[in-house]
């Protein structure tokens, strides 16, 4: 039993070395084809290693500029969204965005919103969901310490000091813990996507006989609101609506 058992480890081992190896060697290859300009090659290879089940914001950023050496617009934009969900803060993939969506056809003007909302939500995507995790059990923490020292010290500034710090932490905890709850939700239930078709009527309602109403194009980013059958009720960022098909769009999520 012993012998069987050490010899289903090494396998197993063996295994993990060998998947590990070939991811290597993918990612090198890709690399070096993206260097050599064979950019469908270097496609191939990134998506091959997104196949096995990893993802990295890395990898997305590469893919993205991949897509985008081909002049698949839609297809760059969406890989840069997804290389920003896993790290926020990369400026390199905010910047190729915003290249990208120089192309874009589409220019839709943002409904305008309060700017205590927009510096809220931009707030919250400055950091992941993982990170906001992180960030609220560091502030519930300090919540604990500051109850601690207001409960124990003996000097009046001491107190005070805890008092006022608990009740900072514990807003900051509560931030942090509605900012990670959000990214979940989010990852859970995405609403974003992009769409890949060069042009996508959305129509009054989810059939094929209905009025069009508008025409989006690719790399524009819509919000999935529901679905029914092969449409989706969608939403753009100048608050008009309507339904497209499922196939002319790709959730970023």
């Known amino acids: 039993m012993k012998i069987r058992f050490l010899l289903i480890m090494l396998f197993c081992s063996l295994g993990s070395l060998s998947t590990a190896q070939t991811t290597e060697q993918l990612w090198n290859d890709a690399n070096t084809a993206y260097i050599n300009g064979q950019y469908a090659d270097a496609v191939r290879g990134y998506e091959a290693i997104l196949n096995q089940g990893m993802e990295?914001?890395?990898?997305?950023?590469?893919?993205?500029?991949?897509?985008?050496?081909?002049?698949?617009?839609?297809?760059?934009?969406l890989e840069y969204n997804r290389a920003l969900r896993l790290s926020p803060s990369d400026t390199e993939a905010r910047y190729n965005l915003s290249i990208a969506h120089a192309y874009v056809q589409d220019k839709i003007d943002v409904v305008p919103t309060f700017f205590l909302k927009r510096w809220v939500h931009a707030?919250?995507?400055?950091?992941?969901?993982?990170?906001?995790?992180?960030?609220?059990v560091l502030f519930f923490a300090v919540a604990i310490g500051c109850i601690i020292l207001y409960l124990l010290a003996e000097g009046l500034s001491w107190r005070k000091g805890g008092f006022y710090g608990a009740i900072g932490a514990i807003l900051l905890f509560a931030f942090s813990f509605a900012s990670a709850a959000r990214s979940k939700r989010m990852a859970?239930?995405?609403?974003?996507?992009?769409?890949?078709?060069?042009?996508?009527?959305?129509?009054?309602?989810?059939?094929?006989?209905?009025?069009d109403i508008f025409v989006l194009h690719e790399g524009t980013q819509v919000t999935v609101r529901d679905s029914l059958g092969d449409y989706r009720e969608i939403m753009i960022a100048d608050g008009n609506q309507g339904w497209i098909q499922a196939s002319a769009i790709e959730m970023i999520d």
């Open 56 to 77: 990295s914001a890395k990898l997305y950023l590469n893919l993205g500029n991949a897509y985008y050496k081909q002049g698949l617009i839609g297809k760059a934009i």
């Open 123 to 136: 707030l919250q995507s400055s950091c992941s969901g993982s990170g906001w995790a992180i960030w609220s």
């Open 188 to 211: 859970l239930h995405p609403q974003t996507a992009i769409v890949m078709s060069n042009a996508a009527p959305v129509k009054s309602s989810p059939d094929s006989g209905s009025k």
